[in-house]
Every structure is written in structure tokens, then in C-alpha cells.
């Protein structure tokens, strides 16, 4: 069973930064995409970027220009870089791993952004 582990979130007031960290049990190049998502308390879950086999990159809108997405590929581990963190970020973040139609996600790790 695929397992990804995400880690890294916590609080920061706005303006910071935090650094996430989603290890996956496989080889990433076994995976169509690896991709962020979040959900904040009363909201669906929504995209927030994700990085594909190729290595190219997409951003929802509400975060391009803050957040940078990047891989470590012999450490199996996709990261999210987020700056000038906004309290409209608050939210559980969760790492998700596609396989053609199979989606496998993490537990997910909370980031708050308040003063």
C-alpha cells in the first residue's frame, strides 16, 4: 500500500513561511503527478499545485508567486515552499500521489497563519 507522510506544518504569523514535506513509500517517478491540496475549516477541498513525472509545475491562482512546489527524487519527497503566508491560508494541507486513475493521499498536516 502507497503511504505518504506529510510533515512541516505548524504556525506562523502572516507574512512568514513554512516549508511541507510529503514522503512517499515509492519511487515518485512511479506516479502521473504529485500534487498539494487544502482544506480549510466549512471549505471543500481544493488544488493548490502539483509537479508531474516531467517535471513541470502548476499553481492554483489564489497562490502563484508565493508558493514554489519541488522534488527530491532520491529522497522520494515532494516539497511546498509557501511565503508571504496570508491568514486566507489557513488549512489542512494533504499530499496526494496519482497513478493513472488511482489517487493515494496523505493524513494531511495543519497550517495555521495568525498574529
Known amino acids: 500500500q502507497v503511504q505518504l507522510v506529510e510533515s512541516g506544518g505548524g504556525l506562523v504569523q502572516p507574512g512568514g513561511s513554512l516549508s511541507l514535506s510529503c514522503r512517499v513509500s515509492e519511487n515518485i517517478f512511479n506516479f502521473n503527478d504529485i500534487a498539494w491540496y487544502r482544506q480549510a475549516p466549512g471549505k471543500e477541498r481544493e488544488f493548490v499545485a502539483d509537479i508531474n513525472v516531467g517535471g513541470n509545475k502548476k499553481y492554483a491562482g489564489s497562490v502563484e508567486g508565493r508558493f514554489t512546489i519541488s522534488r527530491d527524487n532520491a529522497e522520494n519527497t515532494v516539497y511546498l515552499q509557501m511565503n508571504s503566508l496570508e491568514p486566507e491560508d489557513t488549512a489542512v494541507y494533504y499530499c496526494?500521489?496519482?497513478?493513472?486513475?488511482?489517487?493515494?493521499w496523505g493524513q494531511g498536516t495543519q497550517v495555521t497563519v495568525s498574529s
Open positions: 496526494r500521489a496519482r497513478l493513472l486513475r488511482q489517487n493515494f
